[in-house]
C-alpha cells in the first residue's frame, strides 16, 4: 500500500517574481486557497496522508498554513468565520507533515533523492503542485494512479498529449500502449529540442515511484541543465524493467505560468461561486 506523497518545494518561484520574493510560490493563492493545499488534498483522497515536503529557505510559510494557529483559532471562534477552517483543519488533523531541506538547487531528481530521508523503502508519490489537476468526473489523479499501481506495481508517470509545440517545456515519452491510456514506457527525454520529441506525450507533475530510484539517483549524472534530472532516473528504470504513462482522467493546469495560473483561478472561482455564491 502507498501511504507517502512527496511534495517538491523548495524552488525559488522566480516566474512569479516580486509576488515570490518573501512568500513561497506554494503558498500563492488559488482563489481561497494556497496552490499547495490542492494538492494535499488530491494526496489525501488518494489514500496517502503521510506527506513529505522537500522545503528550503524562505518557505516556512508551509509548515505554519498545515499546523494549527491557536491565536486566530481564538478570535474567530463562535463567529461566522469559524467555518473557514474547516478544511485546513480537516487536512491537518488527517495528515503527518515531514520536511526535510535541499540545501542546494540541483533538480527534480536530487530534490526527491533529498526526500530519501522521510520516504525510506517503500513506494510513494511525488506530486508537483503547479501542476493543479481537476477530475470533475471522477477520483483525482493520484486515486486514479495509485488504482493503477495495485496491478502493475510498478514505477508510474502521469502523462498528457500536448500540442507538439509546447513539448519542449516537458519530460516527454514513448512507448506503446498496453490498455487504453496505458503506456509501456520505453524512452523518456527531459525537454526535447524542438524537433526531437518522440511523441507529443508530456510527462505531467504525477509520479508513483518504487524505491529502487534512490539507488538510481545516487548515480544519475547531472543532465539538462547541468541537474540531476528525475526523467534520467526514471528513464533508467525503464531500461530495467517496466514503467508506466499514465494517461489521466481530468484537467491539469500549468500554474509555474503565469496563464496557467489565471486560468486555474478562473476556473476556481466558478466552483467557489457554486459554494458561496457571487463574493
Ligand atoms: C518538471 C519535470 C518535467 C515535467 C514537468 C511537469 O519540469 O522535469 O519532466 O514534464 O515538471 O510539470 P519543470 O516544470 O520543473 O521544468
Sequence with gaps: MIR????????????FLPATKAMPKEMLP?????????????????GLTDIGFISGRGKRAIEDH???????????????????????RDVIQKCTFSYT?????RGLGHAILTGETL???????????????????????????VELYEKYRCSIVAIEEVPREEVYKYGVIDGKPIEPGVFEISKMVEKPRPGEEPTNLAIIGRYILTPDIFDI??????????EIQITDAIAEQARKGLVIGY??????????SVAG????????????????GDC
Excluded at 507517502?4 to 516566474?15: D, H, I, S
Excluded at 531541506?101 to 538547487?105: A, H, S, T
Excluded at 489565471?262 to 461561486?273: G, H, I, L, Q, S
Design 4 to 15: 507517502k506523497c512527496l511534495f517538491p518545494a523548495a524552488g525559488y518561484g522566480t516566474r
Design 30 to 46: 488559488i482563489v481561497d486557497k494556497p496552490l499547495i493545499q490542492y494538492g494535499v488534498e488530491e494526496a489525501i483522497e488518494a
Design 66 to 88: 498545515f499546523d494549527i494557529s491557536y491565536e486566530l483559532e481564538h478570535q474567530i471562534s463562535g463567529t461566522s468565520k469559524e467555518a473557514l477552517l474547516d478544511q485546513i
Design 101 to 105: 531541506r535541499q540545501i542546494e538547487m
Design 119 to 145: 520516504i525510506g523503502r517503500e513506494p510513494f508519490a511525488v506530486l508537483l503542485a503547479d501542476d493543479l489537476c481537476v477530475n470533475d468526473e471522477g477520483n483525482g489523479v493520484l486515486s486514479q494512479m
Design 217 to 226: 539517483l545516487r548515480k544519475t549524472e547531472p543532465g539538462l541543465g547541468g
Design 247 to 256: 494517461n489521466f482522467k481530468g484537467k491539469r493546469f500549468d500554474c509555474g
Design 261 to 276: 495560473f489565471v486560468e486555474a483561478t478562473n476556473a476556481m472561482y466558478e466552483k467557489f461561486k457554486e459554494r458561496n
